[in-house]
């Protein structure tokens, strides 16, 4: 097996209004604070309480 490593993730995600335009992101970092990967997606119409991405 290979060597263990440890990651961390921000994630975040809003609406303006209620329902309103919402959006949500991420950002994917190493141990060391590196950055790895981002993403962030419009949601279209949706409210604060209910944000989702679906791949």
Do not use: F, H, Q, W
């Not at 992101?25 to 991405?53: F, H, M, P, Q, W």
Request: with cysteine; proline share 4%; aromatic share 4%.
């Amino acid at each position: 097996m290979g060597k263990m490593s440890e990651a961390i993730i921000y994630t975040d995600g809003a609406a303006r209004g209620n329902p309103g335009p919402a959006g949500a992101g991420a950002i994917l970092t190493g141990s060391d604070g590196e950055k790895i990967g981002e993403v962030c997606e419009y949601l279209g119409e949706k409210t604060n309480n209910r944000l989702s991405i679906r791949r």
